[in-house]
Every structure is written in structure tokens, then in C-alpha cells.
């Protein structure tokens, strides 16, 4: 696996990381608990997505192809 698609891999794990964040922020708010103006993990999470669909790029022109379903939402597999 070449370094780009383990810095992909690496990517996709932190989203699903901020995802969850993201949920429990959303469950605070709703009790009250956190700011609704602070948007410092939305924020945070914009620029992870945006950097996984750089990397995604740069992994797609390595292997000279797209990349499949599995290997877009999944990662890619260790070999």
C-alpha cells in the first residue's frame, strides 16, 4: 500500500472520528449545554472533508484509475 493511500486511509478514519464528535456537539447543544455559535468542529470537519477529496485525488492519479466504491468509502485494504 503506498503512502498515499494510508494518509487516505488515515483520512477516512478521522472523518468517522468527527463524525461522532460532531453528534455528541449536536446532542449538546440541543441540551443547552454547549454554544450554538461556536463552530470550531464544523469547522474542523469542512476541512477534513475537503482534505480527504484532495487526497482521494491524489490517490486516483497514482493508480491511474478511479477509485471503486469499496476502496472511496472503506479505504484501502493492507497487501
Do not use: C, W
Request: charged share 35%; aromatic share 8%; net charge neutral.
Amino acid at each position: 500500500m503506498s503512502q498515499k493511500q494510508q494518509e487516505y486511509n488515515l483520512l477516512l478514519k478521522r472523518i468517522g472520528n468527527a463524525e461522532a464528535m460532531l453528534n455528541n456537539i449536536d446532542s449538546l447543544r440541543a441540551e443547552g449545554k454547549a454554544p450554538r455559535e461556536d463552530n470550531y468542529y464544523i469547522d474542523a470537519f469542512v476541512k477534513l472533508v475537503l482534505m480527504l477529496g484532495e487526497k482521494g485525488i491524489e490517490v486516483e492519479n497514482e493508480l491511474g484509475r478511479k477509485m471503486t466504491y469499496e476502496e472511496r468509502h472503506r479505504g484501502f485494504i493492507h497487501k
